[in-house]
């Protein structure tokens, strides 16, 4: 396919993401109850543990709106994401065979779990990384959160672990393209470890070493599952191939 083609159909599947997204924040925008209690419960749970004023606040007149936009849109990206990781694989599927695109229901039945279940391991550290980061707030002091700060911090923490969980299912759609064997990705395995370290550090808000290892350990067991996954489809290839030529 030609370079413009390639364009145009990103900038199709992009277009296609982002409808999706939308009609996920829809249904998110009549959810905003009971998810914005959710997300609030840790700094709630602060202020009766340690008898501190621990409050989410809005600031502005605008403020309220702008939080619920950023609810809603935070579901979207979530509930939609079969749709987003969908169009992903979507946009690489012209460049596999016939037999290939068989996968895709493969990649959407692993992808999507993954984000998932990165989202949830976030969501499951959470509580910890709002105590670890409001546990310098001085005793008898007040502690007045921006929700759109907060909302911030909490979105960037799922979705950076969500994406995280979703780097096997690059690494064997690449392989599977024949653009990185699997024995490149594991001779790289020490850079894998540095990247993973680096990305774990920046994407976990906290600044802890568990909250890291948590983040990094997964990743590294995912990486390697990868290449064993990527072993074994160009295995198979091989013997494919062979079997033509006979």
């Keep these: 396919m030609p370079l413009l083609d390639h364009l145009r159909e990103l900038r199709s599947r992009v277009l296609r993401a982002a409808v ?3 009609v996920g924040a829809f249904a998110g925008w009549f959810l905003y109850a009971p998810l914005f209690d959710a997300l609030q419960q840790p700094v709630v749970a602060l202020a009766d543990e340690r008898g501190s004023t621990f409050l989410i606040n809005f600031s502005g007149v605008a403020a309220s709106l702008n939080v619920q936009l950023t609810v809603s849109l935070f579901a979207g990206v979530i509930l939609s994401s079969p749709w987003w990781i969908y169009q992903v694989w979507a946009f690489v ?3 596999l065979s016939r037999t290939e695109k068989r996968y895709t229901l493969a990649f959407l039945g692993t992808g999507v779990p993954l984000f998932l279940a990165g989202a949830a391991l976030a969501w499951w550290l959470l509580p910890k990384a709002v105590a670890i980061l409001t546990g310098f707030t001085p005793q008898g002091a007040a502690n007045i959160i921006d929700a759109q700060t907060y909302l911030g911090f909490i979105m960037r923490l799922v979705l950076a ?3 995280a969980f979703l780097l096997p299912v690059v690494m064997v759609a690449l392989t599977m393209l024949g653009l990185v064997s699997a024995r490149a990705w594991l001779v790289g395995w020490r850079w894998a470890v540095l990247g993973t370290a680096v990305f ?7 600044g802890d070493a568990w909250t890291m290892f948590a983040l990094m350990l997964p990743m590294l067991l995912l990486y390697f599952l990868a290449v064993g996954i990527g072993h074994l489809a160009e295995r198979r290839r091989a013997r494919r191939v062979t079997a033509d030529l006979r």
């Design 20 to 22: 999706g997204v939308l």
């Design 93 to 95: 599927t012209p460049a």
């Design 161 to 163: 672990f969500g994406v």
């Design 200 to 206: 774990a550090a920046m994407a976990t808000p906290t």
